[in-house]
């Protein structure tokens, strides 16, 4: 089957809800970081995201929409542009907002294979996009987005990759996406103890049943 056929039926597939869900997708790690599905909260402003997560620290404490981001962190423009450019296999995007384009990529597809679903297509484009919380004014956010097109003027795939304050991934019809989800950011160890303190803890546990066997010894 042709690459752009089967990538279309992938997009396809995958489709577009367009709403914020009580049920959280399954969550995706990449780039050693553990990822929400931007597409699980799309539909909200970045003043509403901000009641939960601050804007500053990005520490999120409470609900959006029945999902609890306790614990997760509202992603900066810079997180998102180390997860871009883990994909990417460089240091293309950033620091601070930025912006890379170019034809023949499958850097999208890349992070759909790894979990990551669509926030919006029309069977000739494909986006995954969603607010950061670094802000340019007192309600507005800038977004991070992947976005890949089949051109049927050039007809060579598209892509437009962006940490900006405006949405720059469409297509030669002009298709955009005005509803972008969020993009929230963990540390997959964050919970988890550290290895080398297990150790030490198992050691002392040793430790201390070996000299209680040792004192019952000496006592009989």
Known sequence: ????????????????????????????????????????????TWSAINT????????????????????WTWASVDDING???????SMTMGPGPDRA?????DWLWTMVADGFRLTASDGETAIIRGRLRDSFDANNGYIGEMFWSYSLICCDYDYDIATSNTYLGKNTLGFRSDDPGAWFVRDTNASSVPISNTMALMGLALCA????GRQRALNT
Not at 83 to 89: A, R, V
Not at 209 to 212: A, D, E, P, R, V
């Open 1 to 44: 089957m042709p690459k752009i056929f089967s990538r279309l039926l992938v997009v396809l597939a995958v489709g577009w809800t367009g709403s914020a869900s009580s049920a959280l997708l399954p969550p995706v790690t990449a780039g050693g970081l553990e990822w929400l599905q931007p597409l699980n909260f799309t539909g909200y």
């Open 52 to 71: 939960v997560c601050n804007a500053t620290t990005g520490s999120c404490n409470g609900s959006l929409g029945g999902n609890d981001l306790t614990g």
């Open 83 to 89: 997860l871009f450019n883990d994909y990417i296999g």
């Open 101 to 105: 384009t170019g034809y023949s990529t």
């Open 209 to 212: 049943l070996g000299f209680t």
